[in-house]
């Protein structure tokens, strides 16, 4: 099925009309701001047009609901918390694995993008997942593609969230970036009779437990995928950018309430050019004109 005589693959048109556009009429737009752009500069590269990477998505089906505890003649049974990347189908697992398909079909087309107008990598992108009416999120990757003035290419366009005046600083202690990476985690746990004390209107001031454990959780899970990803990408380190967590109540069904918690990590793989210290720049002294006396 295509919509306009495009079928999902490669690049919309509207976006193949915009490369077109930029290496006709040589203007080369960016979303660096003023030091951004001259630290690129600085850094050996040259800015060479924005990129931009989008898909709307219906993420109708989460999964099956709840935490897995179920009442079965006033006993209860099943586990207290259900990570999503434990379970194919329960747990949320499905919303989990839609957010990140979505995240990487708009990075894949950015990219795309970048390869399309010649450049070596995207730096200050920008990664959104927008809630629209009903279940549909919009999912962009927003940055600016730049291309060394050196001789030597990579097989693919790195990309990174960090700004061209911290990309500069990155290169010139002898480090390159490799590519921007994520983790996503979500985590269901059954709101239990010490959670339902611990909340009541009467508890006063204290650790609900059961809440704490929650977030602790998704984002040990979240980083776990973040460091997974970033060993595929490769490289010497990671740089964790954002780190968002956020919790909301589930009823589940009768006397059966769940908490659920999501955690998003992204962050930036780098690489080590350079082994060693590098020279230290040469410079002037810098004497007064005028009299010390």
């Known amino acids: 099925m295509t919509v306009d005589g495009w079928d999902g ?49 219906q993420i109708g089906w989460q999964g099956y609901g709840g935490c897995g505890w179920y009442n079965m003649g006033g006993g209860y049974f099943g586990q207290s918390a259900m990570v999503s990347s434990n379970s194919r189908w329960a747990g949320f697992a499905p919303y989990v694995n839609a957010l990140k398909h979505g995240r990487d079909l708009a990075m894949s087309r950015m990219v795309q993008e970048a390869s399309a107008l010649g450049a070596d990598g995207v730096v200050g992108v920008r990664l959104t997942d927008q809630r629209m009416d009903g279940h549909k999120h919009e999912f962009m990757a927003l940055g600016t593609a730049v291309r060394s003035r050196g001789g030597v290419r990579p097989s693919r366009p790195f990309t990174t969230d960090l700004t061209g005046q911290d990309v500069a600083k990155l290169i010139s202690a002898g480090w390159v970036p490799a590519g921007l990476t994520y983790g996503i985690a979500v985590v269901i746990r059954h709101d239990d009779w010490r959670t339902q004390s611990q909340v009541a209107p009467f508890a006063g001031n204290t650790e609900v437990s059961g809440y704490t454990e929650l977030l602790t959780r998704v984002r040990a899970d979240a980083r776990r995928e973040f460091a997974e990803h970033a060993a595929r ?27 659920v918690a999501e955690c998003v990590i992204v962050g930036n793989v ?12 040469n410079s002037l002294t810098i004497l007064p004109l005028r009299s010390m006396r």
Request: aromatic residues 4%; positive net charge.
């Open 270 to 281: 780098i690489a080590r050019f350079q082994a060693g210290r590098r020279p230290t720049t």
């Open 9 to 57: 693959r490669g690049l919309p048109p509207v976006a193949q009309a915009r490369i077109a556009r930029a290496a006709q009429d040589g203007v080369k737009t960016s979303l660096l701001p003023t030091a951004g752009a001259a630290g690129v500069v600085a850094a050996g590269f040259d800015v060479v047009g924005e990129v931009l990477g989008t898909t709307v998505m």
């Open 233 to 259: 990408i490769g490289g010497d380190a990671a740089l964790t950018s954002t780190l968002r967590s956020r919790m909301w109540p589930l009823e589940v069904g009768e006397n059966h309430r769940d908490h």
